[in-house]
């Protein structure tokens, strides 16, 4: 089993659409969340953190559940420019003292006229 | 602004060629990692380094070793390149004490570094 599990989709939708995506975790020691954009043929970007009381960033919300081990993403009023692939990253512990994050193999969005 | 500047963006080596790709950072950060990213798979951490002249295995370090002779310099090197080696490296910096303090998560990547083994 993947530490960090997407559906890889694609999620065809149309502008201004609400559409929302799912990550699971395996490792409960896990203590930090985010949610990170690709661009085609570009480097990973932090779109946001996600905060055990979930958290909104304009159309973006992220939210976390512990106990199911599951975070979501929920991109309301889709915009063509939101087309990219978001990827889960989970922060889990390294060794004794360190931590790593794990990146899930993300999902592929497609907003369309 | 962050700039993560890898030194090449395409390579095509041959098998049982030593190959070297190059990183650089430019905001003196003290965390620097190597991923690759292959499709269905993810990014998979290879070597990370938290100050110079350290460095830690990752989740798939056989057959890579990195060098960190300079703060803002990270250098992934395949000693004998092989087709499975085949992938896109993607190098990262990071400023915030990631790795004893995970709460801040912000990795700033390279343009990444696609290398064909033939």
């Known amino acids: 089993r993947k530490e960090v599990e997407q559906d890889p989709g694609p999620f065809n939708v149309p502008e201004g659409a609400t559409v929302a995506f799912n990550c699971t975790y395996s490792?409960?020691?896990?203590?930090?969340f985010f949610w990170y954009r690709q661009d085609c043929r570009k480097e990973p970007k932090l779109l946001m953190s996600v905060y055990s009381s979930g958290n909104e960033d304009g159309r973006f919300t992220a939210q976390l559940n512990r106990a199911s081990q599951y975070i979501s993403l929920l991109i309301r009023d889709s915009k063509l420019s939101d087309s990219a692939t978001y990827l889960c990253v989970v922060s889990a512990p390294h060794g004794d003292s360190s931590y790593k994050l794990i990146f899930g193999s993300g999902t592929r969005l497609l907003v369309r006229p | 602004d962050v700039k993560v500047t890898q030194s090449s963006r395409y390579l095509v080596k041959r098998t049982g060629e030593k190959v070297f790709l190059e990183c650089v950072q430019d905001m003196d950060h003290e965390n620097m990692f190597w991923y690759r990213q292959d499709p269905g798979l993810g990014l998979r951490l290879i070597y990370f380094?938290?100050?110079?002249?350290?460095?830690e295995k990752g989740d798939i370090p056989e057959g890579y070793s990195v060098s960190r002779e300079k703060k803002e310099r990270f250098s992934l090197i395949l000693e004998s390149a092989s087709t499975n080696q085949t992938s896109m490296y993607l190098c990262?910096?990071?400023?915030?004490?990631?790795?004893?303090?995970?709460?801040?998560?912000?990795?700033?990547f390279g343009e990444g570094s696609r290398l064909t083994v033939l």
């Open positions: 380094s938290y100050d110079v002249k350290m460095k």
């Open positions: 990262a910096s990071s400023s915030s004490k990631l790795l004893r303090a995970p709460r801040t998560g912000e990795l700033f």
């Open positions: 490792n409960s020691a896990s203590q930090s």
